[in-house]
C-alpha cells in the first residue's frame, strides 16, 4: 500500500511540476494565474493505522446539489492545539493556525490562491498585471463593504500597507513587507512598487495575514477595529485563548456560507474533546487524539488525513552563548532520536526524520525546490558527547519553550534523551501568546513551534532573514541573506532553484533549526459535515463553505 501510494503521488506531483515548468517564466506578459512555481513533493508513506492521505488537497464532501437539503445554522468546531489569543494580523501573537482560520473567514485579500490547480483567483482584486514583478496594477471590486458598512477603495489597502509598517514581528508586516510604495490610482485602481523584483510577491497577498483593514474601524476601536473586515464572516464573540464566535455576514459581496454561525474552540483536556465529540456537543474536531481515533471508524463519524506543511520542530537562540555554539547545537543533534519523538508525541500520525521527505532539509513539506539531498543527523551518543565535551557547556540549565502538547510531549522525550550525555533540559510550557513573547529576545535558548513554510520557496525568507517573524532563533547568515533576496528578484525558474538548493545547504551547515516529526493530522467531523478546504498548509484551512446536514 505505501508503495503504491508512493507511485501515486509521484506521478500526480511530477504533472503538476511539469504542467508549471511549461507555464514558462516569461515577465513580459501579465501575471494573473499561475505562479512562479508548483508544489513538488512526494508524500512520505502513511502510518499502517491511519488512513491514507490523498494525493492531492481538496474541498471535504461538496456541499449536495439537491434544493431540499436542510443544513444547521450553528456549527460548533474544536480547533487544534494551538489558542487563539488574539485577533489582530497587527499583533505578532496572532500567529497560531486557526487564528489564521479565523482571518480567512473575517477578512478577505486582494487575490485568493487554489493550491490544488496552483492558480491564482480574483478576490478584493478582478485583475492585476505586472510586467516585472516589481510594479504590480490591481484593478479592485466597486461592490465591496466592510462589516462596519464602510465602502472598501484603494484607500483602505494604502491604509493596511501602512499600519503592516508599523506592524514589526508580525506576519503582517512580513506579507506586505516588499512594499517600497503603495498608490491609489483611483478609488477602485491601487499600484503597488517593491523595493526590488519579488517573483513569490503574488503569493504574499494570497496569505490569512494580509487582509483588508479599515481605517475608520481601526481608529475609532482600537481593541475591535482590527478585526473588523470584509470577509463572509464577522467576529461577534471572543474569548482570548478560549473561543471564537463568528457570524455570517448576510451583505457579504460573494457566495454566502450555508453556514450562519460558528463557533471555534480551544478545548485543552485531550480526553474532553472525545467526549464532546462523542456527545455531539461539537461537530468537527481537529485534536483528536491519535489515540482515541479507533472510537470514530464508524458510519456516525468520517476522519480527514492532512498532511501538515510545516516542519514540527525547534529553533536555537544563535546569539545565546550556549545554543549559538556549533558543537552545543551537534550534540543535541546526535543525541536525538527523532523516530521515538514522534512515536511518543504523536503515534502513527507522525513521522520521525528518518520517514521524511528529503532527509534534513529545513523546508516545507510542499514547499516549491525542497533539497533532498541532505543525510539526516542520526543518533551517535558517543559522538554526541565528543561534540558536547569540545562544547562551552557546563551543565547549567538550557530551557526550551513549547506551547502545544504534540509539542510540548516531544519536548518531554528530548529531555531524557538529552540527559543521557549530561544536558539539563528545562521545559518551559506556555501559550501560543507566550511563545510569541520570547520573539528576538536575546536571553531564551531553545523554541520548539511549527516552522512556518506557504507553498512558495520565498517563504523560507520568514524563517531565515534576520528580524522576520518565523525566525525565532535570531539567525543571521550574510550568503543565505544574499542569496534569498537574489532568488527573490530571479524570474528564470531554474536559476532559482539552484539559489534555494544552496540556501538550503548553508542552513544546513549552520543549523539554526532542527525538524523533529512530520504530522499527519486527522480531522474527525460528525456524520453531514463537509465543505472545508484542507490545503497542506493549514495555516490555510478554510472554513467558510463548512455545513452540516441535518436533514
Not at 460548533?76 to 489582530?88: C, Q, T
Not at 498608490?183 to 503569493?203: C, I
Not at 539567525?475 to 538550503?504: C, F, H, M, S
Amino acid at each position: 500500500m505505501k508503495r503504491t501510494l508512493a507511485i501515486i503521488v509521484t506521478v500526480v506531483m511530477c504533472l503538476a511540476l511539469a504542467a508549471a515548468c511549461n507555464s514558462g517564466d516569461d515577465t513580459s506578459a501579465p501575471v494573473s494565474s499561475a505562479p512562479p512555481g508548483n508544489p513538488a513533493s512526494p508524500a512520505p508513506p502513511s502510518p499502517a493505522n491511519s488512513p491514507t492521505p490523498s494525493a492531492t488537497p481538496e474541498i471535504v464532501q461538496p456541499a449536495p446539489e439537491e434544493p431540499d437539503v436542510v443544513y444547521a445554522d450553528h456549527i460548533e468546531i474544536i480547533i487544534d492545539n494551538n489558542r487563539i489569543s488574539v485577533v489582530n494580523p497587527m499583533n505578532p501573537g496572532s500567529n497560531s493556525t486557526p487564528t489564521h482560520w479565523t482571518m480567512i473567514m473575517i477578512f478577505d485579500r486582494l487575490i485568493n490562491y487554489n493550491d490544488a490547480t496552483g492558480e491564482f483567483g480574483p478576490a478584493l482584486a478582478t485583475h492585476w498585471e505586472t510586467a516585472d514583478y516589481q510594479t504590480f496594477v490591481f484593478d479592485l471590486r466597486d461592490d465591496v463593504y466592510f462589516h462596519n458598512g464602510e465602502h472598501f477603495t484603494a484607500n483602505d489597502v494604502v491604509y493596511t500597507v501602512e499600519m503592516a509598517r508599523e506592524a514589526a514581528g508580525s506576519m503582517m508586516s512580513s506579507q506586505w513587507g516588499p512594499v517600497a510604495t503603495v498608490t491609489a490610482l483611483s478609488d477602485y485602481k491601487l499600484e503597488l512598487v517593491l523595493s526590488t523584483v519579488n517573483v513569490d510577491f503574488l503569493m504574499n497577498l494570497c496569505q490569512p495575514q494580509a487582509g483588508i483593514l479599515n481605517k475608520i474601524a481601526v481608529d475609532s476601536d482600537p481593541d475591535f477595529g482590527p478585526c473588523v473586515g470584509t470577509g463572509a464572516f464577522i467576529l461577534t464573540d471572543f474569548a482570548t485563548n478560549d473561543y471564537v464566535t463568528v457570524e455570517r455576514n448576510d451583505n457579504y459581496w460573494g457566495t454566502l456560507p450555508l453556514t450562519k454561525s460558528m463557533t471555534l474552540r480551544f478545548i485543552p483536556e485531550v480526553s474532553a474533546r472525545t467526549t464532546m465529540m462523542l456527545n455531539g456537543e461539537v461537530q468537527a474536531c481537529f485534536s483528536i487524539s491519535s489515540e482515541d481515533y479507533g472510537q470514530f471508524e464508524n458510519d456516525n463519524f468520517s476522519i480527514f488525513p492532512l498532511i501538515m506543511n510545516n516542519p514540527q520542530g525547534f529553533s536555537f537562540n544563535m546569539q545565546h552563548p550556549i545554543t549559538g555554539d556549533r558543537n552545543f547545537r551537534l550534540a543535541v543533534l546526535h543525541a536525538m532520536n527523532r523516530d521515538d519523538i514522534a512515536l511518543v508525541a504523536a503515534g502513527d500520525w507522525a513521522w520521525g526524520i528518518s520517514d521524511a521527505v528529503g532527509g534534513e532539509a529545513m523546508w516545507g513539506y510542499a514547499t516549491e525546490f525542497r533539497n533532498n539531498n541532505l543525510p539526516a543527523y542520526t543518533q551517535d551518543l558517543d559522538l554526541a558527547r565528543e561534540y558536547l565535551e569540545a562544547s562551552s557547556y557546563n551543565g547549567e540549565p538550557v530551557e526550551i519553550t513549547a506551547s502545544i502538547s504534540t509539542n510540548i510531549k516531544s519536548c518531554e522525550i528530548l529531555q531524557q534523551q538529552l540527559a543521557v550525555i549530561g544536558i539539563n533540559l528545562v521545559i518551559n510550557e506556555t501559550d501560543t501568546a507566550g511563545l510569541n513573547a520570547q520573539f528576538h529576545s536575546p536571553d531564551h535558548m531553545m523554541i520548539f513551534h511549527g516552522i512556518t513554510f506557504t507553498y512558495a520557496a520565498g517563504s523560507c525568507q520568514n524563517v531565515f532573514l534576520p528580524g522576520r517573524a518565523q525566525n525565532r532563533g535570531n539567525y543571521e547568515n550574510a550568503e543565505v541573506t544574499a542569496l534569498i533576496t537574489e532568488a527573490l528578484g530571479t524570474t528564470d525558474r531554474a536559476a532559482r532553484e539552484q539559489l534555494y538548493l544552496r540556501v538550503q545547504e548553508l542552513v544546513y551547515e549552520d543549523m539554526p533549526n532542527c525538524n523533529v516529526l512530520w504530522r499527519l493530522n486527522g480531522i474527525v467531523a460528525c456524520k453531514g459535515v463537509g465543505g472545508i478546504i484542507l490545503p497542506y498548509d493549514t495555516h490555510q484551512t478554510d472554513l467558510r463553505g463548512i455545513y452540516w446536514i441535518v436533514d
